[in-house]
């Protein structure tokens, strides 16, 4: 069964089960049992035919929830809720944060793209922003060939406003690293309209390896990103299934925190 804690919280973001006005059809399944299916298939990396039969309902049924729990954007707004749950107890650090990128294989579908560090192979890059901790902050996905500095702005404009222990909510890191792939002027300059200040590595000037003892956090998200068996891989046809993946491996790197 998905976790006490984070199923009050799924609770609240869940849409209600449609009705049946002509009655009939067969039972419902209850939404924490299929919860706890989608976490085992997003963790483990089954397809959803494997899905072990303890969990008492078959892959389809999962399948089908996952589906329209994506459409309604439940794993996003699950994820925000569990930031909002570390900034009320003070386990943001938004002082530093670091932005990357990480590579994946996938199928032919939307947002895939020929991968230029893999031999020209179709696929799919993860990009995030992380705190100064390596929490997840924003998450999102694009096409393999897309320039990482394409998706700096979007991924600042994702940040939800985040709960805080004192004061308003939050959603601008005080401070972004980046490695060259962001060295833009013009990226520098929406950063500093925004009172963001930042730390990116020149081109031709300075090493990356520089700043790895601040960029080091979001490396090693990205590799616990890979606890997330589903994202060794892309095999979901639509990018908004890729993309639920992606936040629900967000959302369980970020209730670590609060369960510990």
């Known amino acids: 069964m998905a976790p006490e804690d ?33 976490i085992f298939v997003a963790t483990s990396g089954c ?38 749950e570390l900034g009320s107890r003070g386990e943001l650090d938004w002082s530093r944060c670091a932005i990357d990128s990480v590579s994946i294989r996938a199928l032919k579908g939307p947002l895939t793209g020929p991968n230029p560090t893999d031999r020209g192979k179709s696929g799919s890059k993860i990009h995030l922003i992380v705190d100064r901790s390596g929490l997840p902050l924003s ?28 004061g308003r909510r939050r959603r601008r890191p005080g401070k972004l690293h980046a490695d060259k792939g962001y060295d833009y002027q013009h990226l520098r300059r929406w950063l500093s309209s925004r009172g963001i200040q930042h730390r990116i590595a020149r081109k031709g000037i300075e090493s990356s390896h520089r700043m790895g003892r601040h960029r080091w956090v979001v490396e090693r998200t ?39």
């Open 6 to 38: 984070l199923w009050e919280l799924f609770q609240r973001v869940v849409p209600p089960a449609p009705e049946r006005p002509q009655g009939g059809g067969r039972r419902r399944r209850g939404d924490r049992e299929v919860l706890a299916a989608i």
């Open 47 to 84: 397809t959803w035919n494997q899905l072990p039969p303890g969990f008492g309902l078959s892959g389809v049924t999962a399948f089908r929830r996952f589906t329209e729990w994506s459409a309604a954007r439940v794993w996003a707004k699950l994820h925000r809720l569990v930031l909002d």
């Open 139 to 166: 998450i999102g996905i694009s096409a393999a060939n897309l320039h990482d500095s394409q998706a700096l702005i979007p991924l600042v404009r994702g940040i939800p406003p985040v709960r805080s222990r004192r």
């Open 222 to 260: 990205v590799s616990w990103l890979s606890g997330c068996r589903r994202l060794h891989r892309r095999y979901e046809r639509k990018s908004e299934h890729f993309l639920a993946f992606a936040a629900i491996a967000a959302t369980l790197i970020c209730h670590r925190r609060i369960a510990n």
